[in-house]
């Protein structure tokens, strides 16, 4: 299993139904978020919520590589070797990954993404992509949980991928590459949100981030789907 060690997730969310009393909703018009949170802040949970929230795929680097390294080692040929949970994907895979997923149909209108970027080459791309595709610079959504809280969660897990080492390596790979985002991206286009709340709350935070953000309204009175 190939994963992703940032935990960092795209969105570019497709537009929602508009009715005479409902605005915009801030996610509705193309623009592309990264969902930012260390591992076990519970990022997969808030990107799958706002999937299906939104109805827009999720594209998760980790499975688009799982799926990828099934098919090679189903191939006459293939190694059947899988790198170890933790390995990050090169940029170059990486890359050629998201190109190929956000190239088919049902992106057209925007899409969530899992695990990328976490590196100034594959930002680079994703600018790149952002605008051939005609959509809206990237927004950042950082889910802040202490280090101590991450561990306790990931521990709690019982994963055999999840030894104290694996975390604290886990934990520097992220705070390393959170760092490259906070520089690469303007704090104008930043929302921090509390990543130690009960995902409902977390959910309610990420989107009235993303109104002021965005300046769009129409979060209100839509239900919160359990993950």
Same mark, same amino acid.
């Given at each position: 299993m190939i994963r992703t060690a940032t935990g960092y997730c795209l969105l570019a969310l497709t537009a929602l139904p508009l009715t005479v009393q409902a605005a915009p909703a801030p996610l509705g018009l193309g623009q592309v978020v990264i969902l930012v949170g260390p591992p076990g802040s519970g %990022? +997969?949970? @808030?990107? /799958?919520?706002?999937? &299906?929230?939104?109805k827009v795929p999720v594209?998760?680097? #980790?499975?688009? *590589?799982?799926? *990828?390294?099934? %098919? $090679?080692?189903a191939s006459p040929g293939g190694s059947g070797g899988v790198p170890?949970?933790?390995?990050?994907?090169?940029?170059?895979?990486?890359?050629?990954?998201?190109?190929? /997923?956000?190239? @088919?149909?049902d992106t057209g209108k925007g899409f969530i993404l899992d695990g990328y970027p976490n590196s100034e080459a594959q930002a680079k791309f994703l600018d790149s992509l952002v605008a @051939?595709?005609?959509? @809206?610079?990237?927004?950042?959504?950082?889910?802040? #949980? =202490?280090?101590? !809280?991450? /561990?306790? &969660?990931?521990? %709690?897990?019982?994963?055999?991928?999840? +030894? =104290? *080492?694996n975390?604290?390596?886990?934990?520097?790979?992220? $705070?390393?590459?959170?760092?490259?985002?906070? #520089?690469?991206?303007? =704090? #104008?286009?930043? !929302? /921090?949100?509390?990543g130690t709340r009960e995902p409902a709350e977390v959910f309610r935070q990420i989107e009235e981030g993303l109104v002021r953000v965005f300046d769009r309204k129409g979060f209100q009175e839509r239900g919160v789907p359990k993950p």
């Open positions: %990022k +997969s949970v @808030q990107a /799958r919520i706002l999937g &299906r929230k939104y594209i998760s680097v #980790a499975e688009l *590589a799982r799926t *990828a390294m099934g %098919k $090679h080692q170890n949970s933790g390995e990050l994907l090169s940029d170059e895979a990486a890359i050629e990954l998201i190109s190929a /997923r956000a190239g @088919q149909a @051939q595709r005609g959509l @809206q610079p990237p927004k950042v959504v950082v889910l802040d #949980a =202490p280090d101590s !809280v991450v /561990r306790e &969660r990931m521990l %709690k897990r019982r994963s055999v991928d999840d +030894s =104290p *080492a975390i604290d390596r886990r934990l520097q790979d992220y $705070h390393r590459e959170e760092g490259f985002l906070n #520089a690469w991206y303007k =704090p #104008a286009n930043t !929302v /921090r949100v509390d």
